[in-house]
């Protein structure tokens, strides 16, 4: 793991005081390497991670009734459970209200509003520590083997890293400040094709990341100085925490919002 | 358990203690168990649950009387492992069916008996031409009609059947079954379940037309459309005329990356409103999406807050 100094010596000051929870739940943006907490909690604390990838009820489930009958210590590393159903959540929460014995819990999540109040009392929340541009630019040259123009501007976690190292960096940046220099002035129809070199689901197979995309057109607004267009877009990307929101109709709405910005900025 | 299993123990009088049959042909399952019953001489008994005959089914008899139960939806028989567990010495000669409005999937009970349950699927239509001309003497073009009308339930089919024969019998006169299936369709007695009119919907709103709109709305209800597709129809149908309406090149498809299909659909629209309000259309069905996802608007009362804020 890179960084995430103080939240490491937290938990183990935690393992070592034999305090660490039964139920914990970890907070960190997509990208960073949250999921990879329970991990490190099971080497320290020499036990079995087992990951639950699959947030569907039964699995769920499945994981519950296994867990009273291990018999090492054992840490169940439920990941990205924003989108976990009510009915799963339900079923963590009797769990998470008596553990059985052998048993440890990490949930991972994006927004902390994305769970139960009553499943976040339950358990100590760990916020991910944002890295350092040293930080991804140690990883980037460990895990890639390479320098990324603009890592310092566009990314913020390693799996913004990863996301960079895939792309063509100057192509994407160039494409953004066409976006940014024409999409107040294209017409309508024109400007809503811009979603098409989008990515709005993950079984997209092409285009851009839009939280990627947003970012660098933040970065690309500051460079010019446009806070309206700022403004805008960074209100759109928090709006992206929010779980199940229709990726399409946001990014529409963006445009009709920047370009709505952009006529009253110059009226 | 496949139904041809099911069809050759009947045949070979060789029946298990426990079936489960599952599906909507409920008339078709209740033939077998009609057969079932005649093959085996044993009395069909229907039961609300396995517990109403658990003390009987545990007492010793005097009487080699031997029943098959027929239970529905029985929670208690798919909850209590215990009953499960005693299920093949409580029944002795008895048999038991249970009958499964739906499966669910995910409880242990279905993981259990998996291999057991018998699905009626509805009959092909070719079968269900010869069970309904069986019946009643129509046509095979009316058979085919009643049983489409029908959605391929027998069961219901049935149900029609038996006003045809009642009307036929009020009406004095030899006209012909064919000629009561037809008067009764064109009179609207002939129940037909309403049809999937989300396209029809969306269009309405596109042209304005409020009953219309309204109308097809709770057509929609009818069929449990889902209100965020609905939702989704409307914003893409809406941010396609949207699109070509505002597009003023010749080559509309090359500018919008709409397909033929969607500008055509689109261009049946256009004109009807104006471009801030087909802007104000996916405003507010975005608004609804967010709003719903946050749960800060109701699901149920979506559709009506767009309806009445794009209409009127």
């Known amino acids: 793991m890179i960084g995430q100094v103080h939240l490491l010596q937290f938990i183990d000051k935690l393992i070592a005081d034999g305090n660490f929870p039964r139920f914990s739940i970890v907070v960190g943006s997509p990208g960073s390497e949250r999921n990879k907490i329970a991990g490190y909690v099971a080497d320290k604390m020499s036990a079995i991670c087992a990951e639950v990838s699959d947030c569907k009820v039964d699995t769920v489930r499945d994981v519950i009734f296994n867990s009273y009958k291990v018999e090492v210590p054992t840490i169940y590393n439920i990941i990205d459970v924003d989108s976990m159903s009510l009915q799963a959540r339900n079923a963590m929460l009797k769990v998470t209200e008596e553990p059985p014995n052998k048993a440890y819990f990490v949930m991972t999540l994006d927004d902390i509003n994305n769970t139960l109040p009553t499943l976040k009392s339950r358990g100590i929340v760990f916020e991910m520590e944002p890295y350092s541009v040293d930080d991804l630019a140690r990883y980037c040259q460990k895990v890639h083997k390479m320098y990324i123009s603009g890592l310092s501007l566009f990314a913020d976690t390693p799996g913004d890293v990863d996301m960079l190292a895939s792309l063509d960096v100057l192509k994407f940046q160039s494409f953004v400040e066409k976006v940014a220099d024409n999409i107040a002035t294209a017409s309508g129809s024109n400007a809503f094709k811009i979603a098409q070199s989008i990515k709005m689901k993950d079984s997209d197979e092409t285009g851009y990341d839009l939280r990627m995309f947003w970012k660098v057109f933040c970065a690309v607004c500051k460079d010019k100085k446009w806070f309206n267009g700022l403004r805008i877009t960074s209100k759109f990307l928090s709006l992206l925490k929010v779980k199940a929101i229709n990726k399409a109709m946001l990014f529409d709405k963006w445009i009709l919002d920047i370009r709505e910005a952009w006529v009253d900025g110059n009226s | ?312």
């Open chain 2, 1 to 312: 358990m496949e139904i041809a299993e099911l069809k050759n123990q009947i045949q070979n009088k060789q029946l298990n203690s426990f079936y489960i049959f599952s599906g909507p042909e409920w008339k078709v399952q209740r033939l077998y168990l009609e057969q079932m019953a005649k093959v085996t001489d044993k009395e069909l008994v229907y039961v609300d649950s396995i517990v109403d005959i658990y003390s009987k089914l545990k007492a010793s008899s005097l009487v080699s009387k031997s029943y098959i139960y027929v239970v529905r939806d029985d929670k208690e028989l798919m909850q209590n492992e215990k009953i499960q567990f005693q299920l093949d010495s409580l029944l002795k000669n008895n048999i038991l069916v249970l009958l499964l409005t739906t499966v669910d999937k995910r409880l242990k009970f279905y993981k259990t008996y998996k291999d057991t349950i018998i699905e009626f699927e509805p009959l092909k239509q070719v079968v269900l031409r010869k069970y309904i001309q069986k019946e009643i003497a129509l046509s095979d073009a009316n058979a085919d009609k009643l049983a489409e009308i029908c959605e391929n339930d027998y069961g219901r089919c049935l149900l029609e059947i038996d006003k045809i024969n009642q009307y036929s019998k009020v009406f004095a006169g030899n006209y012909g079954a064919d000629n009561f299936f037809s008067m009764l369709l064109d009179n609207g007695a002939i129940y037909q379940p309403p049809k999937d009119a989300i396209f029809d919907f969306v269009d309405a709103i596109l042209d304005n037309e409020i009953n219309r709109s309204f109308d097809l709305y709770e057509q929609c209800l009818a069929v449990n459309e889902a209100v965020m597709v609905m939702l989704s129809v409307l914003y893409n149908n809406a941010r396609a005329v949207l699109q070509v309406q505002s597009c003023s090149s010749n080559d509309v498809a090359k500018v919008t990356g709409l397909t033929g299909w969607q500008i055509t659909n689109a261009k049946k629209h256009i004109g009807v409103f104006k471009n801030s309000e087909l802007v104000g259309i996916l405003d507010i069905c975005q608004e609804c999406q967010q709003g719903i996802v946050t749960g800060t608007m109701d699901e149920e009362f979506v559709m009506d807050y767009i309806l009445t804020n794009v209409l009127f």
